[in-house]
């Protein structure tokens, strides 16, 4: 594994490998063992969308894995001036061990891996967010105790975080119901590989894809850069709330699971959310034990 730039690019063992040790990690870090595998090493960290957990999450990993990590704002880089990425890839491989991006457009972060010489870590795009979900399974395999053959419900916009749950979940032995709107539905190639691994449903009807679900999971209607369609949304998605009454179709003991940021009274209730809140902010913590074992895997 050289980069992590979607996860359809992860075998399923690779991913487990990162999952095993997130949880080491996570564990030596709750008993004050220090790990500093990544001793005198810098990843930069560009950022050309908003964030609090990946950025934090990110950096700190970085310090507790004994190295150096750079906060590199797209609006200071020359890149937001126009040097092409191409370019930036080639300079920055020269001065740094690693990059992890969160931009807009999955081509950038594919192009920032070709040209570049060092690893590459996709911090979220428009098209996924495989960080993200690899702190979610984390997150499940913590609570539930295994993967295989429990179902996620996503309710909500076919966005990054749907697409990349798909695949993830999948590959772990995981079936995935998406409940959306008509037209709000995941990226077309991965509706298609989802239907031929055959554990993917897609349905409009939130209360059928919660049914016997082990998770709900959902995210904003309205994703970063997607700011001037808020009030077109909140109407497409009217009805694609997780409430009592959805959770009502899931398994009694299921869980729920949010990304964050939240909006609640739009895709969450505040009653669901505060009363999952603490499977919910474990998922956040996570995002710090699942990155520190991406990074290590990558840059050691
Ligand atoms: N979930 C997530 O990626 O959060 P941030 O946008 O705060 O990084
Ligand atoms: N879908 C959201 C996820 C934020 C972590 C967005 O892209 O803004």
Redesign the pocket.
């Known amino acids: 594994m050289k980069h992590l730039l979607k996860l359809g690019d992860l075998t399923t063992a690779e991913i487990i490998s990162i999952l095993d040790l997130a949880d080491t990690l996570k564990k030596e870090n709750k008993e004050g063992i220090a790990h500093h595998h990544l001793k005198g090493k810098t990843l930069g960290m560009i950022f050309t969308?908003?964030?609090?957990?990946?950025?934090v999450?990110f950096e700190v990993g970085m310090y507790q894995l004994g190295g150096n990590a750079l906060f590199l704002s797209g609006n200071d880089l020359q890149i937001g001036r126009g040097e092409p990425i191409e370019d930036t890839a080639r300079v920055l491989s020269r001065f740094l061990d690693g990059i992890m991006i969160?931009t807009f457009k999955q081509d950038d972060v594919e192009k920032l891996a070709e040209y570049g010489s060092i690893p590459i870590v996709n911090?979220?795009t428009d098209y996924c967010?495989p960080?993200?979900v690899l702190a979610d399974l984390q997150t499940i395999r913590e609570f539930k105790g295994a993967l295989n053959s429990l179902k996620l419900a996503f309710i909500g916009d076919g966005n990054n975080m749907a697409n990349s749950l798909i695949v993830g979940c999948i590959k772990v032995g995981m079936s995935v119901s998406i409940a959306c709107p008509n037209g709000y539905e995941p990226d077309a190639e991965i509706v298609k590989w989802g239907y031929a691994q055959g554990k993917l449903e897609i349905t409009d009807s939130p209360l059928k894809a919660a049914e016997n679900a082990d998770v709900i999971y959902t995210d904003v209607w309205a994703s970063?850069g997607q700011e001037g369609e808020a009030a077109i949304r909140q109407k497409a998605f009217e009805g694609f709330q997780v409430n009592d009454v959805l959770m009502s179709k899931a398994k009694a003991d299921a869980m729920v699971l949010h990304?964050?940021?939240a909006h609640r009274g739009e895709e969450i209730t505040a009653e669901v959310l505060e009363a999952h809140a603490n499977e919910i902010f474990e998922e956040?913590e996570n995002?710090l034990h699942a990155q520190k074992a991406v990074l290590v895997t990558l840059m050691k």
């Open positions: 969308k908003s964030s609090t957990r990946t950025r999450s969160r911090g979220l967010h960080c993200q970063m990304c964050l940021p956040a995002r």
